[in-house]
């Protein structure tokens, strides 16, 4: 099966084909690339890219994390986090910046935290979002996160036939994680979870996944009644990501 891989020497994504060779057996036309792979042997490591937007440590949503970094290290997932409030990452966008976005000026250069941002995308079999939910979106932070990542001509408005601009890849997986205070059954009753999934999955995150998916951990204001079950739906996305990503 062929999987998109990101060259660093290149700054390019690849094309790599899973083969099975001995040592010896590489014909001389083959062009060898070293990839990494699991202590296995058996499935190409994947790369999640963790955007992970909550102020406190002493939060649920900081407990989730926790939970799910442990989990991916037991299904020997590669991760990386960009922890937007420990990053400090700047979310309100500049009048130089709008400059660009908004006149979709290609000239402008990109700024480098974003450009860094972009790079852990290009490295991305996955990325998953982990927010709480704070007036039935995400919180302002991550929501910046969006509006100045998703530089124009990288995540939209480009033209495929000029290449001097590097794209936005389409990622194998998005999911998007939250927490919330109201149960799972209550958002859906009065719309909101079909209002998130909406704005998440179809805006947001759009064509740029090939496959995506939205949980809502939903009740914490009972937590100690819906751990449990969170707990076991973190669980189960190790297994998701490595359908969809190996
Ligand atoms: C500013 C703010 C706004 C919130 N808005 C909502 C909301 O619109 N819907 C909801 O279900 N819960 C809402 N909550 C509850 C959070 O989703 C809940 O606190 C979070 O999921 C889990 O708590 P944590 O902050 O300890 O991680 C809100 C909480 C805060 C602090």
Not at 172 to 189: D, K, M, R, W, Y
Request: charged fraction near 25%; charge should be neutral; hydrophobic fraction near 35%.
């Amino acid at each position: 099966m062929d999987r998109d891989f990101y060259d660093s020497k290149t700054s390019k994504n690849i094309k790599a084909t899973k083969i099975h060779l001995k040592s010896n057996q590489a014909p001389s036309n083959f062009r060898v690339i070293t990839v990494s792979v699991n202590s296995n042997f058996n499935s190409f490591i994947m790369n999640i890219l963790i955007i992970y937007c909550h102020p406190s440590k002493e939060s649920y949503t900081y407990e989730i994390l926790q939970h799910l970094t442990s989990m991916l290290r037991k299904e020997q997932i590669d991760f990386e986090i960009s922890d937007l409030y420990a990053m400090n990452f700047q979310t309100d966008m500049t009048a130089e910046e709008y400059q660009r976005e908004g006149f979709a000026n290609l000239n402008i250069a990109i700024p480098v935290d974003v450009q860094k941002e972009h790079q852990k995308i290009a490295k991305a079999d996955c990325i998953l979002f982990l927010y709480p939910v704070w007036w039935s979106d995400c919180p302002a932070k991550l929501k910046g996160w969006f509006d100045r990542v998703y530089s124009v001509g990288y995540a939209y408005g480009y033209n495929k036939s000029d290449d001097a601009i590097q794209t936005m890849k389409t990622v194998p997986q998005g999911i998007v994680l939250c927490t919330a205070g109201h149960s799972n059954e209550f958002l859906h009753e009065i719309g909101i979870a079909q209002s998130m999934q909406n704005v998440m999955l179809d805006d947001r995150l759009g064509k740029r996944f090939k496959n995506k998916e939205m949980i809502i951990l939903g009740g914490t204001i009972e937590k100690e009644k819906v751990k449990l079950a969170h707990f076991e739906t973190i669980q189960s996305i190790g297994k998701k990501i490595k359908n969809y990503c190996n």
